[in-house]
């Protein structure tokens, strides 16, 4: 039997026919849900008086509109100030109810941000298909599933038949050798790899991340990796299974159980890659050349390391590539050439799916454990990823370390990730950011996000402007 | 779903690399539970001056003459012509159903994201990749000559232009087929509805993890 990629057998396993022209049948083990992109889906299910094909196979919770003040959130629906806003989780909440789909409510304690909580549940398993009307849903790659995101008319077609129509996509492997150094994380990784091969660079294609660096991470720092995957292009990234998956998903609430676990076990210890598989693309980065980076521009792909400058457009030639780098700094309001050490900021945000789980909080804690924002810093906000990582936090004493140094805790949610709430970033206001996207606006109308890790935007909140973690 | 045959239109040049769903539409408009309506807030970010709210009067906002769908002699187009990567980012539908609801129907680019690639074809709209070389000389003919219309011929896959020149164009035969016929994918995946549930029960017995009750 020819040898097979960890993409390929996931997608063999759950193949249920084939077109001619290789267009497929998907089996889907999940489908989760959110209030922003289901609304017309469950609508078109009632239009057409069709019922989900599979209930039990649907998660739903509400993230991305939803406040963040312990006091908004403290009155229930009635809280979300935005009629809008309170229309669309409301909407979630019935048709939840009307279709028997399994909802953790605003104010559920497991409730947080759709890619936390399905991993943290035990929602997400290794060797599933998953998807969400979400790009951001190549999160749960992480635990060796195969996840991405779909449009809201493939939400109504995944609850109405339990499939996906789709074609196959390449294989890629994107390999991490050697260690990282003292300082970088997954984020630094992930951005590095993006840098090098764009924001396209993976269109088409899955991208299987492996490597010495990409093993020695946590399951959450692979979260954050595969998070971005969709940065890169491709739908869906993955990690193959190894002890730390097992190790993670073992006692989740949604996990099975005694001789269920056992013999999921033995079969999920098959997905991985085989030694021979072969692979369309493939690109190796070295560890230990990975330095802090920092997003200078309007797409992840700008990205430049913390001891770098942002780049002068009078040097590029391509003169595609020079427009695209003047309108970056234009929207930016920075100047070819500046160190990025000296680009001051006025908010940070740490949070989003990319990194809002507890190890991210750990880390941001130490920066600023004893420290105070600096006073150029308008707004500081800490938003956990899910009721329970907010929790776990607390329970650690994280909450009293960020509000002692003078940023603020908040609820779960989405926050100002995207800003569909009242989290927003002010016009022409510079703020480091955890979350994935740094496009005009994403944030806050006319507002410009650099992307860092943790560790580096609470660096940012004490310093004012970006410094090398390494350095203190 | 709309049919799709011929398309006679204007085209507007975007020029532009990396146009995300953001830029397409902006996260605000996604508040909405209905899945039309959306046409007037399409580019809502660079095609007025203030910042759009969901529901607003959008005939009284200060328009911003500089950006290219305000010009008077894009008026109408249909067939917007664009640079690599066009819809990358988020997974929101909203922003094909806010390029249709504005009127395009024909989206020409070099490369274009993914799932927004898969999400145009679920509205009716369709995405062509052309080389880059064919790319370019469309920004150069559209500057040069207002007006520039052409035709776009699905069941032939040509592209019909205004010199009287033809250039192929590849789409899917299965999706080629369903904007011909404006069919509904669920429909179709339904008739599988027998071999979609001997493939579950076979999944059931072999994975019976994934199907725990809880
Ligand atoms: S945190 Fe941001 S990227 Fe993640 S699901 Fe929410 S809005 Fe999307």
Redesign the interface.
Known sequence: MAAKTLYDKIWD??L??E?????A?I?V??HLIHE??S??AF?GLRL?G?KP??A?ANFATPD??IPTTAQERSAGLAGIK?P??Q??VK?LDENCQQFNIFELEMNDIRQGIVHVIGPEQGIT?P??TIVC???HTSTHGALGALA???????V??VL????L???K?KNMLVRVDGTLNPGVTAKDVVLAIIGKIG??GG??YTIEFAGDVIRALSIEGRMTVCNMA?EA?A?AGLVAVDDKTLEYVKGR??A?EGA??T??EA?WRGLVSDDDAEFDAQIVLQGGEIEPQVTWGT?PEMVAPVSGHVPDPATEEDP?RRS?IE?ALNYMGLRGGTAIADIKLDCVFIGSCTNSRIEDLREAAKVVQGKRVADSIELALVVPGSGLVKKQAEDEGLDRIFTAAGLQWREPGCSMC???NADQLGEGKHCASTSN?N????QG??GRTHLVSPAMAAAAAVHGHFVDVRDI | MKKFTLHEGLLMPLDRANVDTDFIIPKQFLKSIKRSGFGVNLFDEHRYLDKGEPGADNSRRPLNPEFVLNQARYQGASILLARENFGCGSSREHAPWALDDYGFRVILAPSFADIFFNNCFKNGVLPIVLDKKKIEELFESVAAQEGYSMTVDLPAQLLRLPDGSTTPFEVDSFRKHCLLQGLDDIGITLEDAGEIRRFEDGWRADAPWYFAAK
């Open positions: 396993a759950h249920v026919r077109r001619e022209d290789g267009t049948l089996y083990d999940r922003v992109t609304p017309q609508e057409a069709r094909w599979r039990g991305h509109n935005d809008v806003s229309i669309q909407t398993l060797g599933m009307g979400d790009s991405h995101g779909i449009g809201t008319s493939e109504e077609h109405a038949t339990q499939c129509m789709q074609k996509m924001t396209a269109t088409g969709i292009g739908r609430p949604f099975p269920l676990w013999q999921a079969a797409s595609g695209n309108q995207l800003a569909m996207r496009f005009e606006g994403r109308f006319g």
